[in-house]
């Protein structure tokens, strides 16, 4: 068994001396773990950091082993960020996540090429609204995407500012006022072109945060990862 494909580095876990299990965001082939002869030493330190793309190749006897693992650095978007906090705890929010939600092995191009997209956009001012909207696309991936093209309610596309936490719908400001207090905000960047504020930013996150945790982390009894809790905090003011 062996395949070669583009990939983005999640995680890394040492394994005996010098060696590491690499768990991998491939396009073709899924999230993907395979044993990295080196890994843990000083040369293969620099590349195998969550964030990073590799040309990866992956070689086993049998399908269901853990396999071996080489790689050629593609990109250096995760350790990039090495400086800046709150780029960095974007990373290893995303990273986190998709090791969180995907299942193992099988493929899910749109949110490989959606995670290339948010890394090669972190050193944009919008970086944080472009996370949000790459959680949603996230959620849609995998079969729950929201419905935010109209009020659930009353079929009005305009003045949508809820959302329903049970049916992830769009809910009108009128519609929804006599419920606000159980209904999920609905940030305005969300709808519209334009970069979110950092307190849209944060009800972006909420929502997109109880959706996966509901559909997604909930039916397993886990939760969002540490990681993700981290980018909350950093994103406070």
């Not at 909420?206 to 939760?223: A, D, K, S």
Request: proline fraction near 4%; glycine fraction near 10%; charge should be neutral.
């Amino acid at each position: 068994m062996e395949w070669t494909d583009q990939a983005i580095v999640l995680s890394v876990r040492r394994h005996g001396e010098n060696s590491a299990v690499v768990n991998l965001l491939t396009r073709e082939h899924g999230r993907h773990a395979g044993l990295a002869k080196g890994g843990a030493g000083k040369a293969a330190r620099g590349a195998l950091q969550p964030g990073n793309r590799l040309l990866a190749q992956w070689k086993a006897r049998l399908a269901e082993q853990l396999g071996f693992l080489s790689w050629e650095l593609q990109g250096s978007q995760g350790t990039n960020w090495l400086h800046d906090a709150a780029r960095l705890a974007g990373v290893s929010s995303a990273c986190a996540m998709v090791e969180a939600t995907l299942p193992e092995r099988e493929a899910h191009p749109a949110v490989h090429d959606g995670l290339v997209a948010l890394l090669d956009a972190l050193g944009e001012e919008a970086w944080a609204s472009l996370y949000v909207h790459w959680e949603l696309g996230l959620l849609g991936d995998l079969g729950y995407g929201l419905d935010l093209s109209c009020c659930a309610a009353t079929g009005t596309t305009a003045d949508l500012t809820f959302v329903s936490p049970r049916s992830g719908r769009a809910v009108s400001a009128l519609a929804g006022e006599p419920y606000r207090d159980k209904l999920l905000a609905l940030p305005g960047f969300l709808l519209e072109k334009r970069a979110g504020t950092n307190d849209e930013v944060r009800d972006g996150l909420h929502l997109t945060g109880h959706f996966i945790e509901r559909h997604v982390l909930g039916p397993y009894h886990r939760t969002l990862p540490a990681a993700r809790s981290r980018l909350v905090e950093r994103l406070k003011p």
